[in-house]
T-cell receptor, first 111, second 114 residues
Framework: TQLLEQSPQFLSIQEGENLTVYCNSSSVFSSLQWYRQEPGEGPVLLVTVVTGGEVKKLKRLTFQFGDARKDSSLHITAAQPGDTGLYLCAGERGGSEKLVFGKGTKLTVNP | DTGVSQDPRHKITKRGQNVTFRCDPISEHNRLYWYRQTLGQGPEFLTYFQNEAQLEKSRLLSDRFSAERPKGSFSTLEIQRTEQGDSAMYLC????????????FGPGTRLTVL
């Protein structure tokens, strides 16, 4: 059983479109992170959210942490080919010193 | 400091051989983590160190795997008697105490076992 479920698993869109990817769990997390990973490279941290209901913006990316701290979403406005990559959500559970990852959403933005 | 580094970036070995990977964390980080990522999956936790002490090991870490961080700086991950199922990307990450959520990852070592 996957602790963090990401959807969709694959997403292929045209440049300029908007998209949202989801990260859901039945467990509560003390924080949630979003990473972007390119083929053959390690994940790069985009954002950490820690407070239920928190919204963070990073240029065209908007991240939201659910009120109950069980889920999160990533919204990209006007996607660009440079946004192509694997988007991973990861959670930190209270008292644990490790991250639990979802399987990721593979995003392709076509020019 | 240029971030977490890992060596080698790629390793091809034959089944039954031993391999060792190295990770150099960000210098001021006292936490170091090893994760394994297979195709189509997110990274899975293997083990972590605080300074030189190995504080947690996953059940994924069979007795063929051993990790060390002898001086609380760099770490090594050794796999003995490799199996084809060990083929994966091995990722190292480091963070400050109490902040696993702000971990910085290295570029990974891609292991292929033939």
């Amino acid at each position: 059983t996957q602790l963090l479920e990401q959807s969709p698993q694959f997403l292929s869109i045209q440049e300029g479109e908007n998209l949202t990817v989801y990260c859901n769990s039945s467990s509560v997390f003390s924080s949630l992170q979003w990473y972007r990973q390119e083929p053959g490279e390690g994940p790069v941290l985009l954002v950490t959210v820690v407070t239920g209901g928190e919204v963070k913006k990073l240029k065209r990316l908007t991240f939201q942490f659910g009120d109950a701290r069980k889920d999160s979403s990533l919204h990209i406005t006007a996607a660009q080919p440079g946004d192509t990559g694997l988007y991973l959500c990861a959670g930190e559970r209270g008292g644990s010193e490790k991250l639990v990852f979802g399987k990721g959403t593979k995003l392709t933005v076509n020019p | 400091d240029t971030g977490v580094s890992q060596d080698p970036r790629h390793k091809i070995t034959k089944r039954g051989q031993n391999v060792t990977f190295r990770c150099d964390p960000i210098s001021e980080h006292n936490r170091l983590y090893w994760y394994r990522q297979t195709l189509g999956q997110g990274p899975e936790f293997l083990t972590y160190f605080q300074n030189e002490a190995q504080l947690e090991k996953s059940r994924l870490l069979s007795d063929r795997f051993s990790a060390e961080r002898p001086k609380g700086s760099f770490s090594t991950l050794e796999i003995q008697r490799t199996e084809q199922g060990d083929s994966a990307m091995y990722l190292c990450a480091s963070s400050s105490w109490g902040s696993p959520g702000s971990s910085s990852f290295g570029p990974g070592t891609r292991l292929t076992v033939l």
